[in-house]
T-cell receptor, first 113, second 113 residues
Framework: NAGVTQTPKFQVLKTGQSMTLQCAQD?????MSWYRQDPGMGLRLIHY???????DQGEVPNGYNVSRSTTEDFPLRLLSAAPSQTSVYFCASSHMDRGETQYFGPGTRLLVL | GDSVTQMEGPVTLSEEAFLTINCTYTATGYPSLFWYVQYPGEGLQLLLKATKADDKGSNKGFEATYRKETTSFHLEKGSVQVSDSAVYFCALSGTGGRRALTFGSGTRLQVQP
């Protein structure tokens, strides 16, 4: 199993540009989520999905869109990048059972100029 | 809402020293509790977890006990190694359907030879 994969590893954008961060998992997990990691703030939930066709907002959803057309993929779209979105983005997945371990991807480092 | 508080870092120890990283939480019901570790340039990996009161999670010499009465999940290791240098995150998963993790801000551990 490849686990959770993310692309790209690193990206530089200009303010106002759009892009999609890719996330895929091969563990047949129902639950997938996106977090952003900022210094001194831990990880904060952006959006999550409990299955194909079902998504919902997390703690910091503004400026981001998601969709879940398949179990495997959960892309995160930045509609119009802003410097405040400079961060490291992590995708995670797990089964839905209580107490299940969430598996994280290696992260995408995004710099918005 | 749910929250996790963990001790500020960085924590600097000499090799073979005893480690404690404090973690307390606020949540309704009986959350599942986790410690994740992040090595430089990598994603998060599960270190250990506990899903009910008085459970002890353990892995690689690290231990933490789920204390419902003090709402705590402190991480301990009897003898740290240089290879333990990393950032440690305490997290909880609530009892609702969202399965999202609420993270503490992270504690950086530096172990000197």
């Amino acid at each position: 199993n490849a686990g959770v994969t993310q692309t790209p590893k690193f990206q530089v954008l200009k303010t106002g540009q759009s892009m999609t961060l890719q996330c895929a998992q091969d563990m047949n997990h129902e639950y997938m989520s996106w977090y952003r990691q900022d210094p001194g703030m831990g990880l904060r939930l952006i959006h999550y999905s409990v299955g194909a066709g079902i998504t919902d907002q997390g703690e910091v959803p503004n400026g981001y869109n998601v969709s879940r057309s398949t179990t495997e993929d959960f892309p995160l779209r930045l509609l119009s990048a802003a410097p405040s979105q400079t961060s490291v983005y992590f995708c995670a997945s797990s089964h839905m059972d209580r107490g299940e371990t969430q598996y994280f991807g290696p992260g995408t480092r995004l710099l918005v100029l | 809402g749910d929250s996790v508080t963990q001790m500020e870092g960085p924590v600097t120890l000499s090799e073979e020293a005893f480690l404690t990283i404090n973690c307390t939480y606020t949540a309704t019901g009986y959350p599942s509790l986790f410690w994740y570790v992040q090595y430089p340039g990598e994603g998060l990996q599960l270190l250990l977890k506990a899903t009910k009161a008085d459970d002890k999670g353990s892995n690689k010499g690290f231990e933490a006990t789920y204390r419902k009465e003090t709402t705590s999940f402190h991480l301990e290791k009897g003898s740290v190694q240089v290879s333990d240098s990393a950032v440690y995150f305490c997290a909880l998963s609530g009892t609702g359907g969202r399965r999202a993790l609420t993270f503490g801000s992270g504690t950086r551990l530096q172990v000197q030879p």
